[in-house]
């Protein structure tokens, strides 16, 4: 997959760390403006972040295991922070991603990070690649929806942060495509992805999608990395962005048209 082994507890770190730093800059009218995720201001995206990591360690963990509507979940939880003021989202965010942050390196060991855990309609993961879904959400949250929406620049990443996020979401994207059983995906097709954490992953005839080799594919997607996680997510189209096809391209259009990683 990558040119490095994914240490996911390092990754959240860092990635906390860019959080608690974009955030410690904000002035007090830049958190009640409106992020890039719908319906959501910087205050709810940072309380999305902050009652997600608490939820890890309550109750909640069973309702979002258990839901069948992620994101519905997700805007719930929210709903109970809109009225707390930005010190206290922050504080609440701190205390608790601090937590998750301490406990991910033991989720990740064996035989604890080899358990298959349900998350919502998103299917089962293996505990030590769900600690990744962290990391793509603060990676992403931060780089897509605050900082642009600030018109701030985006923190840097790094290839170990990217590895992990895009473990998550091919994990992901396999579930997503085999639960629709597209009978369309009827031959193999290649993502690579290049640049810092990329790799070459092989999308089977069924959806299964796994890390791999383009030989033998009717059609391979070329993209960059660090860009996967906007248009991966529909956040930017991938026609606006560097994605090459060779191969079949009518195949591979109609499978980047289904994509949508939640």
Aim: charged share 25%; glycine share 8%; aromatic share 6%.
């Amino acid at each position: 997959m990558a040119d490095v082994t994914p240490d996911r507890g390092a990754a959240f770190k860092a990635e906390r760390a860019d959080m608690l730093a974009f955030c410690g800059g904000l002035e007090p009218a830049e958190w009640r403006m409106d992020s890039r995720a719908e319906g959501w201001r910087i205050h709810d995206v940072v309380a999305h972040m902050g009652t997600g990591c608490r939820a890890m360690f309550s109750p909640a963990a069973a309702k979002l295991m258990r839901t069948n509507d992620i994101e519905a979940a997700n805007d719930l939880l929210v709903d109970t922070r809109r009225d707390r003021s930005a010190p206290e989202v922050l504080a609440e965010y701190r205390r608790w991603s601090g937590v998750a942050a301490a406990i991910f390196p033991v989720m990740a060991r064996p035989p604890l990070g080899g358990v298959q855990v349900p998350l919502a309609e998103l299917g089962r993961f293996p505990l030590r690649v769900l600690t990744g879904a962290m990391v793509f959400d603060h990676h992403t949250h931060l780089r897509h929806d605050m900082a642009p929406a600030l018109g701030r620049p985006a923190p840097r990443t790094d290839a170990n942060r990217m590895a992990v996020v895009l473990e998550w979401m091919m994990a992901v994207l396999s579930n997503q495509l085999r639960a629709s059983a597209a009978a369309s995906l009827d031959r193999p097709l290649a993502i690579t992805l290049t640049g810092p954490g990329g790799g070459t992953w092989r999308v089977a005839p069924g959806g299964p999608v796994t890390v791999g080799s383009a030989d033998g594919s009717a059609a391979q997607i070329t993209g960059v990395a660090c860009e996967f996680p906007e248009w991966g997510t529909r956040r930017a189209s991938w026609r606006d962005r560097d994605v090459r096809i060779s191969g079949d391209a009518d195949y591979a259009r109609a499978f980047l048209d289904t994509v949508n990683v939640v």
